[in-house]
């Protein structure tokens, strides 16, 4: 994972040293709606959302009029939340996104934002409540094995910007590979998928 951080951190210095235009840069923080669409493994189960959020630093790199290179590095929760007739089960991951996103301008405040992410995960949180009480488990990414460590995704969305600092955005983004190869009754095979919506400051 050392080696995939240095190749962001060289990602955006290159950027950065090809830019031709006055380079931005930025923060974002958000909410996150995410929840899973259940792939061939075990999934006789319904899901519902578990609210998280993001928060993370943004780059914009203009490169022809109306188009610009805006990659960015998220700390990011999703998840999911199942509820049985043994209880309530919620899982919460954590996760260090990516998007190598290419902004289009289509109005004076309006863009729209498209382009690959890839996902690391770092922590996996699972919560069992019932009538009884409750119990949580904790996986950190280096002591399972039971999830991919990092997964190849998409992002689609807007931004418009309230004026040249601040700005108001929402996503969709899609995890295009499972989450295992494998489903279980203890870890189902699913994608990820998070509706947010933020704020953005560019200094």
């Not at 890839?118 to 409750?134: A, P």
């Amino acid at each position: 994972m050392k080696k995939i951080f240095i190749l962001v951190a060289g990602l955006f210095l290159a950027g950065a040293a090809n830019a031709q235009s006055p380079i931005r840069f930025g923060i974002k923080g958000g909410l996150n709606l995410p929840n899973i669409i259940k792939e061939d493994g075990n999934n006789n189960f319904s899901t519902k959302v578990n609210p998280g959020f993001n928060v993370g630093v943004t780059l914009d790199i203009n490169l022809i009029e109306g188009i610009a290179f805006t990659p960015e590095v998220l700390y990011s929760q999703k998840g999911y939340k199942l509820t049985s007739g043994f209880g309530e089960f919620t899982q919460t991951t954590n996760f260090i996104d990516v998007p190598i996103l290419a902004s289009i301008k289509l109005g004076s405040a309006f863009n729209v934002v498209v382009g690959p992410q890839v996902s690391f995960l770092m922590s996996t949180t699972n919560k069992y409540e019932n009538g009884f009480g409750s119990t949580q488990q904790k996986f950190v990414e280096d002591d399972s094995d039971r999830f991919k460590k990092s997964l190849v995704g998409g992002v689609i969305g807007f931004r418009y910007d309230v004026n040249s600092n601040v700005d108001i955005h929402g996503r969709y983004a899609l995890d295009f590979q499972k989450n295992n190869e494998n489903g279980s009754s203890y870890t189902p095979e699913y994608r990820n998928q998070v509706f947010s919506v933020g704020l953005g400051y560019k200094f």
